[in-house]
């Protein structure tokens, strides 16, 4: 089942400094699927941003349409949605959490907005299973405000709440940047987790590299291009998708580019351990690579 | 709780609660004095969860010594279902009673595995391992 589908997304923004229009994204069509974690990659300003708020429905794209669950909810359908938005979970680069609110009040939130009629004692049980599940002990955690929270704690109640309604598709802006690799590698295992145990589908956007190749079951590279015989960029286009082992054998250059040594080296599976590709077993924890 | 959400409640209670979702069936059986089994029929999710509290609170008040859940015919159940069983279990532990669930679905297994749950609950693959546990 496609749980996203994206076709012919374009955007543009004024540029004050050019004094004119530029375009950003154009004609990006991508899909994803239910089941899948599917990873969106680029380089900084390609754009990921501007169509991670596009999917949401916090961007109104110039043309194109998106449809979420199988849903239409672009061109703007707003009770397709409200409808949808109880389905989806996000998760923003910068947890986005209410700094008025302590903790728990943060996660209970969007479960009071959308099943008020719980009762308060089960909420509060939700919210500590929610917290327990990105590693964080609700009686340490859960009367806390937000600003007294390290950036990593953050991002984890961030994920918890986006958790808390059960979704069956969460977006998540850079999960991982900024965590220390521990921390990191506990989202990393969550995310695939959810998706494998739960059939959620997730798409990500991600900057690391070995957190993309740990958790995608597909990726899509996204690339600003340039005309030749013009100064001016054209806009972001899609210009590669595959399954990591793909993009792994990829020959077209800003593939090769961008993926760096990934290219040639592979990630266990089981450790994360970084080897020269295509190994069996890994070299560290012994574990079997074949699915 | 912050005012915002008390406020929230009291709305809802006096404008919502009459239309909640069509109450899901709950079959429970009296084995004996000291045990009852309870086996909701369909997906135990936030518009139903409340039910099968109410029939958990009913048992846990009157101090039973063993309640089996049975998700055997769930279907499914999701985060708000957990937790009425990780309620249920305080109360029951409380009393020093046990609180046993069936579980036979892989999909459900799950539900527990992911969040860490599978080793907080007894769980029992058929009604019949549960009762002679
Ligand atoms: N509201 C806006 N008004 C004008 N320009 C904008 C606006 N939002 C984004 N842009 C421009 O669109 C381009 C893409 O921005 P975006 O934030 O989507 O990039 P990104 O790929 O997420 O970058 P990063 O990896 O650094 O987060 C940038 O050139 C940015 O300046
Ligand atoms: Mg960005």
Same mark, same amino acid.
């Given at each position: 089942?496609?749980?996203?589908?994206?076709?012919?997304?374009?955007?543009?923004?004024?540029?004050?400094?050019?004094?004119?229009?530029?375009?950003?994204?154009?004609?990006?069509?991508? &899909?994803?699927?239910?089941?899948?974690? $599917?990873?969106?990659?680029?380089?900084?300003?390609?754009?990921?941003? $501007?169509?991670?708020?596009?999917?949401?429905?916090?961007?109104?794209?110039?043309?194109?349409?998106?449809?979420?669950?199988? @849903?239409?909810?672009?061109? /703007?359908?707003?009770?397709?949605?409200?409808?949808?938005?109880?389905?989806?979970?996000? /998760?923003?680069?910068?947890?986005?959490?209410?700094?008025?609110?302590?903790?728990?009040?943060?996660?209970?939130? +969007?479960?009071?907005?959308?099943?008020?009629?719980?009762?308060?004692?089960?909420?509060?049980?939700?919210?500590?299973?929610?917290?327990?599940?990105?590693?964080?002990?609700?009686? @340490?955690?859960?009367?806390?405000?937000?600003?007294?929270?390290?950036?990593?704690?953050?991002?984890?109640?961030?994920?918890?709440?986006?958790?808390?309604?059960?979704?069956?598709?969460?977006?998540?802006?850079?999960?991982?940047?900024?965590?220390?690799?521990?921390?990191?590698?506990?989202?990393?295992?969550?995310?695939?987790?959810?998706?494998?145990?739960?059939?959620?589908?997730?798409?990500?956007?991600?900057?690391?590299?070995?957190?993309?190749?740990?958790?995608?079951?597909?990726?899509?590279?996204?690339?600003?291009?340039?005309?030749?015989?013009?100064?001016?960029?054209?806009? &972001?286009?899609?210009?590669?998708?595959?399954?990591?082992?793909?993009?792994?054998?990829?020959?077209? +250059?800003? &593939?090769?580019?961008?993926?760096?040594?990934?290219?040639?080296?592979?990630?266990?599976?089981?450790?994360?351990?970084?080897?020269?590709?295509?190994?069996? &077993?890994?070299?560290?924890?012994?574990?079997?690579?074949?699915? | 709780?912050?005012?915002?959400?008390?406020?929230?409640?009291?709305?809802? @209670?006096?404008?919502?609660?009459?239309?909640?979702?069509?109450?899901?069936?709950?079959?429970?059986?009296?084995?004996? +004095?000291?045990?009852?089994?309870?086996? +909701?029929?369909?997906?135990?999710?936030?518009?139903?969860?409340?039910?099968?509290?109410?029939?958990l609170h009913k048992t846990t008040k009157n101090k039973v010594q063993t309640i089996i859940v049975s998700l055997e015919d769930a279907?499914?159940?999701?985060?708000?279902?957990?937790?009425?069983?990780?309620?249920?279990?305080?109360?029951?532990?409380?009393?020093?009673?046990?609180?046993?669930?069936?579980?036979?679905?892989?999909?459900?297994?799950?539900?527990?595995k992911i969040a860490n749950l599978d080793m907080v609950f007894k769980i029992y693959e058929s009604t019949q391992d549960a009762k002679?546990?």
């Amino acid at each position: 089942m496609t749980t996203v589908v994206l076709k012919n997304i374009s955007k543009s923004f004024f540029n004050s400094k050019l004094k004119k229009m530029e375009i950003v994204l154009n004609n990006i069509s991508l &899909t994803a699927q239910h089941g899948e974690v $599917t990873v969106l990659m680029g380089q900084s300003g390609c754009g990921k941003s $501007t169509l991670f708020r596009i999917l949401i429905g916090e961007e109104i794209a110039d043309s194109g349409c998106v449809s979420i669950l199988e @849903k239409e909810v672009f061109p /703007l359908n707003k009770k397709n949605l409200q409808e949808v938005k109880k389905k989806f979970g996000i /998760l923003f680069q910068y947890g986005a959490l209410f700094n008025s609110m302590n903790v728990g009040d943060n996660i209970a939130f +969007p479960i009071l907005e959308h099943q008020p009629q719980l009762h308060r004692d089960i909420i509060d049980i939700m919210v500590d299973t929610k917290l327990r599940q990105v590693s964080l002990e609700p009686e @340490k955690f859960k009367h806390k405000m937000p600003a007294t929270l390290s950036g990593g704690e953050r991002k984890r109640v961030g994920l918890a709440r986006a958790l808390a309604l059960d979704p069956q598709l969460i977006f998540y802006d850079e999960p991982s940047a900024g965590l220390d690799p521990i921390v990191s590698r506990t989202i990393d295992k969550l995310i695939k987790n959810l998706v494998k145990m739960l059939g959620i589908a997730s798409v990500v956007i991600t900057h690391e590299l070995d957190s993309a190749f740990a958790i995608a079951d597909r990726m899509i590279i996204l690339k600003r291009a340039v005309p030749e015989h013009n100064d001016d960029w054209d806009g &972001t286009i899609v210009y590669e998708e595959g399954t990591p082992d793909d993009l792994r054998n990829s020959q077209k +250059p800003y &593939t090769v580019e961008f993926l760096g040594e990934f290219s040639n080296f592979e990630i266990c599976k089981n450790c994360r351990f970084v080897q020269q590709k295509q190994f069996t &077993t890994c070299e560290k924890c012994g574990k079997p690579q074949s699915e | 709780m912050s005012g915002y959400f008390k406020r929230k409640e009291k709305w809802h @209670k006096k404008y919502l609660q009459k239309d909640a979702t069509l109450p899901m069936e709950i079959k429970v059986e009296e084995v004996s +004095p000291q045990m009852s089994v309870i086996i +909701p029929q369909g997906e135990i999710d936030m518009g139903s969860s409340g039910e099968l509290r109410d029939v958990l609170h009913k048992t846990t008040k009157n101090k039973v010594q063993t309640i089996i859940v049975s998700l055997e015919d769930a279907g499914h159940i999701d985060s708000s279902g957990i937790a009425t069983l990780i309620e249920a279990l305080k109360k029951v532990e409380a009393y020093s009673g046990e609180l046993r669930v069936v579980i036979n679905t892989k999909k459900i297994f799950n539900v527990f595995k992911i969040a860490n749950l599978d080793m907080v609950f007894k769980i029992y693959e058929s009604t019949q391992d549960a009762k002679n546990a």
